[in-house]
C-alpha cells in the first residue's frame, strides 16, 4: 500500500492531463478511484477529472473504459455521502455485468453497493452484496480483496445481531491482512471488535480495541475520517462507562438509605473516576469535531453532535442537550440520513421528557414538553421505520414507550405495545445499554400496572366527585403506606421522615387495615418515655 501510493502520487501531475480521448482513459480513472476508496490523498484530483469529463463525450468510451469511468463516479458520490447517486453508477454496472467479462470491477460494484447501502441503513441488502463481492473476489482468486470485503460483511452481520459471525469474518480478514499494510481496512477490524465489546457492555474492552484502530489510523494523514469516527466510538464507550459507574453509586447508596449492607468506601474514587471519563469523552468528541470540519461527513459530524447530547442529558444540561441534538438533525436532514435523523429525534425526546419530568417550564405548561417529547419519539420511529437497522428500531420503540410511561400520558397499553415490538427487534441481542433501557422500561410498566387505583385516576386529573380534602386524605394514607414499608414498618421512622406525627401515621395506616390497635402499645410505651 505504501509503495503503490509513492508511486500514484509522483504520478498525479499526469492524470491532470487526461482527455476522454486519451488511449487507456478509462482504466486510468478507474485505478485513481479505487486508490482514493482505500484511503490515497489525491488532492483533489479525481473530483477534478470527472468535474471535467461530465462536459465531454465520455460515453465515446469503448465499453470496458466508460464502465470503469461510471465506478470512479459511483466511488466519489459515495465519498460525498450522495448515496442515491453512488448507486445509480452502481446499478448500471451491474446490469451489464454479464457482458463486462471484468470480475474484479464487478466484485467492486457489488462491494460498493453494499458499502452504500449501509450508508443507507438498508442492511438486509447491503449483506446480500457483500456476500455476492466477496465470492466474486474468491473466485478471481484476489483473496486481500476479498479479505476486505469480508470486513464490511463482518459489520453487516453484527448489524443484524449474528455476533458470533460477524466474529469469525473479522479474525479470517484479519489473519489475511495480518502482514499488510492496509491501515484502513486493519484499523477497521478493529474499530468493529470495539463496536461489538461496546454493544455486549463490555466497556473497557470497547475502549481499548478503539484505541487500537487509532494507533492504525495514525499511520496516513489521510485517514483521519476513520481516526474522526474512533474518537467518536471511544467517547460514547466512556459515557456508557461512566453511566454505569452512576449506577452503582446510586444503587449503593439506597441500599445505605434503606439500611441494607452497602459501603461508602471508594465513593469518592469512583466520582472522580465517573467525572474524569467524561472529560475525556468531551475532549475527543471535541477532536472529531475539529477533523470534521476539515475533512468534512454530515454523518461523522452528526454522530459527534448526539455524542455531546448525550453526555450533556446525563449532566442535566438540557439547553446544551438541546443545542446539540438539533445541529445533529439539520446534519441528517441535509443528506437524507435516517439513521442520524432518528438517533437526534430520540435525543430530543428524552431531553423534553427530563423537562416534564423536571418540570422545567418556565412560562408554559410543563405538559407542553411531554408532548414535544412524544412527537419527537414518534418521529424518531417513522425515521427507523425507514431503516433495516434492528437496533435504531429498538431504541426508538424503546424511547417512545419511555415517554408514554411519564406523568403526562402514563398510557401503560401503549407503552407495553412499544416495547414488545422493541424486544422483538432485539430477539438475539439482549445485552449491552440499549437492553437495559428496555429492562427499565418494562420494570416501570410492570410497577404502574400495581399502582393504588385511585394514583392512576389522579394521575388523569380524574376524582370520581370527590372534594379536594377527600382527594388528599386518600392520598395521604397512601403515601404513608408506601414510606412505612419502606422504612422496615416503623411508626416513628415514618413520622420522621414526613414530619408529621406518630399518632397521625397511625391512625393513617389503621384506616388502610395494615395495622391493629394491640399492634400499636410497644411502639406508645416507647415514645411516651
Same mark, same amino acid.
Given at each position: 500500500?505504501?509503495?503503490g501510493s509513492?508511486?500514484?502520487?509522483?504520478?498525479?501531475?499526469?492524470?491532470?492531463?487526461?482527455?476522454?480521448?486519451?488511449?487507456?482513459?478509462?482504466?486510468?480513472?478507474?485505478i485513481?478511484?479505487?486508490?482514493?476508496?482505500?484511503?490515497?490523498?489525491?488532492?483533489?484530483?479525481?473530483?477534478?477529472?470527472?468535474?471535467?469529463?461530465?462536459?465531454?463525450?465520455?460515453?465515446?468510451?469503448?465499453?470496458?473504459?466508460?464502465?470503469q469511468?461510471?465506478?470512479?463516479?459511483? &466511488?466519489?458520490? %459515495?465519498?460525498?455521502?450522495?448515496?442515491?447517486?453512488?448507486?445509480?453508477?452502481?446499478?448500471?454496472?451491474?446490469?451489464?455485468?454479464?457482458?463486462?467479462?471484468?470480475?474484479?470491477?464487478?466484485?467492486?460494484?457489488?462491494?460498493?453497493?453494499?458499502? %452504500?447501502?449501509?450508508?443507507? &441503513?438498508?442492511?438486509?441488502?447491503?449483506?446480500?452484496?457483500?456476500?455476492? %463481492?466477496?465470492e466474486?473476489?474468491?473466485?478471481?482468486?484476489? @483473496?486481500?480483496?476479498?479479505?476486505?470485503?469480508?470486513?464490511?460483511?463482518?459489520?453487516?452481520?453484527?448489524?443484524?445481531?449474528?455476533?458470533?459471525?460477524?466474529?469469525?469474518?473479522?479474525?479470517?480478514?484479519?489473519?489475511?491482512?495480518?502482514?499488510?499494510?492496509?491501515?484502513?481496512?486493519?484499523?477497521?477490524?478493529?474499530?468493529?471488535?470495539?463496536?461489538?465489546?461496546?454493544?455486549?457492555?463490555?466497556?473497557?474492552?470497547?475502549?481499548? #480495541?478503539?484505541?487500537?484502530?487509532?494507533?492504525?489510523?495514525?499511520?496516513?494523514?489521510?485517514l483521519?475520517?476513520?481516526?474522526?469516527?474512533?474518537?467518536?466510538?471511544?467517547?460514547?464507550?466512556?459515557?456508557?462507562?461512566?453511566?454505569?459507574?452512576?449506577?452503582?453509586?446510586?444503587?449503593?447508596?439506597?441500599?445505605?438509605?434503606?439500611?441494607?449492607?452497602?459501603?461508602?468506601?471508594?465513593k469518592?474514587?469512583?466520582?472522580?473516576?465517573?467525572?474524569?471519563?467524561?472529560?475525556?469523552?468531551?475532549?475527543?468528541?471535541?477532536?472529531? &469535531?475539529?477533523?470534521?470540519?476539515?475533512? @468534512?461527513?454530515?454523518? &461523522?459530524?452528526?454522530?459527534?453532535?448526539?455524542?455531546?447530547?448525550?453526555?450533556?442529558?446525563?449532566?442535566?444540561?438540557?439547553?446544551?442537550?438541546?443545542?446539540a441534538?438539533?445541529?445533529?438533525?439539520?446534519?441528517g436532514?441535509?443528506?437524507?440520513? #435516517?439513521?442520524?435523523?432518528?438517533?437526534?429525534? *430520540?435525543?430530543?425526546?428524552?431531553?423534553?421528557?427530563?423537562?416534564?419530568?423536571?418540570? *422545567?417550564?418556565?412560562?408554559?405548561?410543563?405538559?407542553?414538553?411531554?408532548?414535544?417529547?412524544?412527537?419527537?419519539?414518534?418521529?424518531?420511529?417513522?425515521?427507523?421505520?425507514?431503516?433495516q437497522?434492528?437496533? *435504531?428500531? %429498538?431504541?426508538?420503540?424503546?424511547?417512545?414507550?419511555?415517554?408514554?410511561?411519564?406523568?403526562?400520558?402514563?398510557?401503560?397499553?401503549?407503552?407495553?405495545?412499544?416495547?414488545?415490538?422493541?424486544?422483538?427487534?432485539?430477539?438475539?441481542?439482549?445485552?449491552?445499554?440499549?437492553?437495559?433501557?428496555l429492562?427499565?422500561?418494562?420494570?416501570?410498566?410492570?410497577?404502574?400496572s400495581?399502582?393504588?387505583?385511585?394514583?392512576?385516576?389522579?394521575?388523569?386529573?380524574?376524582?370520581?366527585?370527590?372534594?379536594?380534602?377527600?382527594?388528599?386524605?386518600?392520598?395521604?394514607?397512601?403515601?404513608?403506606?408506601?414510606?412505612?414499608?419502606?422504612?422496615?414498618?416503623?411508626?416513628?421512622?415514618?413520622?420522621?421522615?414526613?414530619?408529621?406525627? @406518630?399518632?397521625?401515621?397511625?391512625?393513617?395506616?389503621?384506616?388502610?387495615?395494615?395495622?391493629?390497635?394491640?399492634e400499636?402499645?410497644?411502639?406508645?410505651?416507647?415514645?411516651?418515655?
Amino acid at each position: 500500500m505504501e509503495h503503490g501510493s509513492r508511486v500514484l502520487a509522483a504520478a498525479l501531475p499526469g492524470f491532470h492531463a487526461l482527455t476522454p480521448s486519451a488511449p487507456g482513459t478509462g482504466f486510468a480513472v478507474g485505478i485513481l478511484a479505487q486508490w482514493v476508496a482505500v484511503g490515497f490523498d489525491d488532492k483533489g484530483t479525481l473530483a477534478e477529472i470527472l468535474e471535467r469529463f461530465e462536459r465531454d463525450r465520455v460515453v465515446d468510451l469503448p465499453l470496458k473504459e466508460y464502465v470503469q469511468v461510471r465506478l470512479a463516479q459511483a &466511488g466519489l458520490y %459515495a465519498q460525498q455521502e450522495n448515496a442515491p447517486a453512488a448507486l445509480k453508477h452502481l446499478d448500471f454496472i451491474l446490469a451489464i455485468s454479464n457482458d463486462l467479462a471484468n470480475p474484479k470491477v464487478v466484485s467492486l460494484a457489488n462491494f460498493w453497493k453494499a458499502r %452504500a447501502l449501509r450508508q443507507a &441503513g438498508e442492511y438486509d441488502s447491503a449483506l446480500q452484496f457483500a456476500q455476492k %463481492a466477496r465470492e466474486v473476489a474468491a473466485a478471481i482468486p484476489m @483473496p486481500k480483496l476479498a479479505a476486505v470485503i469480508q470486513t464490511q460483511e463482518s459489520w453487516l452481520l453484527f448489524q443484524k445481531g449474528s455476533t458470533k459471525e460477524a466474529v469469525r469474518a473479522l479474525q479470517e480478514a484479519e489473519a489475511a491482512l495480518k502482514d499488510s499494510d492496509d491501515y484502513i481496512t486493519l484499523g477497521n477490524i478493529q474499530s468493529t471488535y470495539g463496536r461489538i465489546a461496546r454493544r455486549e457492555g463490555r466497556y473497557e474492552h470497547a475502549i481499548q #480495541y478503539f484505541e487500537a484502530s487509532l494507533d492504525l489510523f495514525r499511520h496516513r494523514p489521510s485517514l483521519e475520517g476513520h481516526y474522526a469516527r474512533s474518537l467518536a466510538n471511544i467517547a460514547r464507550a466512556k459515557r456508557l462507562l461512566a453511566a454505569e459507574w452512576r449506577r452503582r453509586i446510586d444503587a449503593d447508596l439506597e441500599q445505605r438509605q434503606r439500611g441494607e449492607a452497602g459501603s461508602s468506601a471508594g465513593k469518592a474514587g469512583e466520582l472522580e473516576r465517573m467525572r474524569q471519563l467524561l472529560e475525556e469523552a468531551q475532549a475527543e468528541l471535541t477532536e472529531a &469535531g475539529e477533523i470534521y470540519r476539515r475533512f @468534512p461527513s454530515h454523518h &461523522g459530524s452528526g454522530n459527534v453532535q448526539i455524542g455531546f447530547s448525550e453526555i450533556y442529558l446525563d449532566a442535566g444540561y438540557l439547553d446544551k442537550a438541546e443545542q446539540a441534538a438539533s445541529i445533529a438533525f439539520e446534519l441528517g436532514m441535509a443528506k437524507t440520513d #435516517y439513521l442520524l435523523m432518528c438517533r437526534a429525534r *430520540i435525543a430530543q425526546a428524552m431531553i423534553d421528557n427530563a423537562r416534564y419530568e423536571e418540570q *422545567i417550564s418556565g412560562t408554559e405548561e410543563p405538559g407542553r414538553f411531554a408532548q414535544l417529547a412524544y412527537d419527537c419519539a414518534r418521529e424518531a420511529v417513522d425515521f427507523a421505520e425507514h431503516t433495516q437497522s434492528r437496533r *435504531i428500531l %429498538a431504541r426508538a420503540y424503546t424511547c417512545q414507550g419511555l415517554v408514554l410511561m411519564n406523568g403526562f400520558f402514563n398510557d401503560q397499553e401503549l407503552a407495553r405495545s412499544s416495547a414488545d415490538r422493541a424486544e422483538e427487534y432485539l430477539s438475539v441481542d439482549r445485552h449491552g445499554s440499549l437492553w437495559n433501557d428496555l429492562q427499565s422500561l418494562k420494570q416501570k410498566i410492570v410497577r404502574e400496572s400495581k399502582l393504588d387505583p385511585n394514583l392512576r385516576a389522579w394521575s388523569q386529573g380524574l376524582v370520581d366527585g370527590k372534594s379536594l380534602q377527600t382527594v388528599v386524605e386518600e392520598f395521604e394514607a397512601f403515601l404513608v403506606s408506601k414510606v412505612w414499608e419502606r422504612e422496615n414498618r416503623k411508626v416513628s421512622r415514618v413520622a420522621q421522615r414526613l414530619s408529621v406525627s @406518630p399518632k397521625k401515621v397511625r391512625r393513617l395506616l389503621r384506616r388502610l387495615g395494615l395495622v391493629a390497635e394491640r399492634e400499636e402499645a410497644p411502639e406508645i410505651h416507647e415514645e411516651t418515655f
